[in-house]
Every structure is written in structure tokens, then in C-alpha cells.
């Protein structure tokens, strides 16, 4: 809980129990389970609007990625197509 051990969650109750007595102890126990509470919806109603954005704009950057890919391999093979042509005309030039 919260990266506390039981020895430092101990010490903080009798420090609460010395500073607020045993009449406001319960009280304070539920007013803080309930900011809990409330914190833990409240993350989880953000977690859940979110996320489906977040996978949007995942899915959307894979798309431009392949994409992104398949142009690159097209320019690698026009490169190479004329490279082998220039090649070409170059070999045949000299025969002449």
C-alpha cells in the first residue's frame, strides 16, 4: 500500500491517534477511505477515456509506418531499377 511497510503504517496510526484522540479517529478513517475512493474512480473514468484515443492514435501510427515502409521500398526498387538501366546504357554505349 502506497510502498508503506507495516511498521511505518503502524507508526503513522499512533501518531494520528496521539494528534486527533479516539473520538475523530473513525471519522478521519472514513473521510480519507472515501477521498480514496473518489481518487480511485476518478483515475479509473480518466483511464477510460483515455485509452480508446490512445489505441486511435496507436493504430493510426502503424498505418503510417506501413505506409511509411512500403514507399521506401518502392523508391529502393525504382533506384535500383534505374541504376541497372543507366548501367545498362552504359555498358552498351561502350560496345558501340
Given amino acids: 500500500m502506497f510502498g ?3 511498521m511505518e ?3 503513522i ?4 491517534f496521539l494528534l486527533f484522540g479516539p473520538k475523530e479517529l473513525p471519522e478521519i478513517g472514513r473521510q480519507v ?3 480514496v475512493k473518489g481518487f ?3 483515475t479509473e473514468d480518466l ?3 483515455v485509452e480508446p484515443e490512445l489505441n486511435m492514435i496507436q493504430s493510426e501510427f502503424k498505418a503510417v ?3 511509411l515502409e512500403t514507399s521506401v521500398k ?3 526498387e525504382e533506384i535500383k531499377g534505374a541504376t541497372e538501366q543507366a548501367s545498362k546504357s552504359e555498358g552498351g554505349s561502350r560496345l558501340a
Avoid: H, P, Y
Avoid at 13 to 16: E, P
Fill in 65 to 67: 509506418q506501413q505506409d
Fill in 9 to 11: 503504517i503502524l507508526i
Fill in 47 to 49: 483511464r477510460q477515456s
Fill in 40 to 42: 480511485k474512480e476518478t
Fill in 13 to 16: 496510526l499512533i501518531i494520528a
Fill in 74 to 76: 518502392e523508391a529502393e
Fill in 33 to 35: 477511505g472515501k477521498a
Fill in 4 to 6: 508503506l511497510g507495516a
